[in-house]
């Protein structure tokens, strides 16, 4: 805390600086639940997006798994048209679900779902 007070860390310090001065211009113009709320949902975005992004990274770094089978030549590496249809198929339907899904709840069919 000291070397923030007396700006031994000029850096840390202009940020503290920078952080509680635009609190206090919030604090003027709005109330403090408002600013308390959105403080806290900026935060919330932050390291939710920050978590999201360290996930991805680990996901996209690991090696994946080999399977014995998939060493050996001549193994079918690509799917059959009859799959690829019936995998189409289903992603339609899960599609179609989530978009009639989606719009009840945001066209606002029933206020208790969607609140």
Known sequence: VWELLYWRAPGRSALVLLGTLGTLCCLARFSVIAVGAYGALGILGVTGSLRLHRE????????????????????????????????????????????????????????????
Not at 57 to 64: A, F, I
Not at 85 to 109: I, M, P
């Open 56 to 115: 991805v990274l680990r996901v996209l770094r690991r090696p994946p798994p080999c399977h014995p089978d998939w060493a050996q030549p001549g193994y079918p590496l690509g799917l059959s048209p009859e799959q690829q249809q019936r995998w189409a198929r289903r992603l339609a339907q899960h599609l179609g679900a989530a978009h009639r899904t989606l719009t009840r709840l945001f066209l606002v069919h029933s206020l208790p779902e969607s609140l």
